[in-house]
């Protein structure tokens, strides 16, 4: 009897750390963007993390993930693959057994800001899938006629083509009486908008410049002379007068 006692009360020892433990299953299904998942890389895997421990589960067959024996906690559940990039997901493993609750989170914001909840249950399978596809290069574009006309030199180009062998033919045609009116507007905003600088004549500048200095050169020379045959006239005055 007491062996009995003895072995149901181990029995039951052994049994509690079983009883509070969960399990979480993750399925990746076939998307628009992923249509084979069975093609995702052998290092594929997925990790739960909390303050002091982290569950590690690799790709199984069909594209799912195994977690077991998962304590009680809040974990956060990232998927790592080489070709895609998935969700951050928070785990809650309530203290009941087997209550597993999966909710999407934002990386950045507080811990307690939870996003839709994606499943719920005693070893439920939960959906994750890709958010995008990884591009470790950037693929140079083709040429293409159409990028090569929406270049604004090219419409611009295009447009003063347009205009100079149009615009004849748009004369020609016009009313006699509006073609007249046409050239004398015009020549008459041709003729307004000219600059002072396009008249401008250098040459008579620089030769008037030239005369002025000639001018005045010849202005210091004579009144030199006149001075000396001042002199020279009250030195013979002088000597007359000896």
């Known amino acids: 009897m007491l062996l009995s006692t003895f072995t149901y009360t181990l029995l039951l020892l052994l049994l509690i750390p079983l009883a509070s433990t969960a399990s979480l299953t993750l399925f990746i299904p076939p998307t628009p963007l992923l249509p084979d998942p069975s093609h995702l890389p052998p290092s594929t895997h997925a990790t739960l993390t909390t303050l002091n421990r982290t569950?590690?589960?690799?790709?199984?067959?069909?594209?799912?993930?195994?977690?077991?024996?998962?304590?009680?906690?809040?974990?956060?559940?990232?998927?790592?693959?080489?070709d895609y990039a998935f969700g951050a997901l928070r785990v809650d493993v309530g203290a009941d057994a087997g209550a597993v609750e999966v909710w999407q989170t934002f990386r950045g914001n507080e811990w307690g800001n939870r996003g839709e909840r994606l499943g719920l249950g005693e070893g439920g399978v939960v959906e994750v899938r890709p958010a995008a596809a990884k591009a470790f290069f950037e693929e140079r574009a083709g040429?293409?006629?159409?990028?090569?006309?929406?270049?604004?030199?090219?419409?611009?180009?295009?447009?003063?083509?347009?205009?100079?062998?149009?615009?004849?033919?748009?004369?020609?045609?016009?009313?006699?009486?509006?073609?007249?009116?046409?050239?004398?507007?015009?020549?008459?905003?041709?003729?307004?908008?000219?600059?002072?600088?396009?008249?401008?004549?250098?040459?008579?500048?620089?030769?008037?410049?030239?005369?002025?200095?000639?001018?005045?050169?010849?202005?210091?020379?004579?009144?030199?002379?006149?001075?000396?045959?001042?002199a020279s006239g009250g030195g013979a005055r002088r000597r007359a007068g000896n």
């Open 143 to 230: 040429f293409s006629p159409l990028a090569l006309l929406r270049s604004p030199m090219i419409l611009l180009a295009v447009v003063s083509m347009g205009l100079m062998f149009g615009l004849p033919y748009m004369l020609d045609n016009m009313d006699p009486e509006m073609r007249a009116e046409f050239e004398s507007n015009q020549k008459r905003v041709t003729s307004s908008s000219a600059s002072p600088l396009q008249n401008f004549d250098l040459a008579g500048m620089l030769a008037g410049q030239g005369q002025g200095q000639d001018q005045q050169q010849a202005k210091g020379s004579g009144g030199g002379g006149g001075g000396g045959n001042g």
């Open 55 to 82: 569950y590690t589960a690799p790709l199984q067959r069909p594209s799912r993930f195994t977690f077991r024996n998962l304590t009680a906690g809040s974990y956060l559940l990232d998927v790592h693959c080489r």
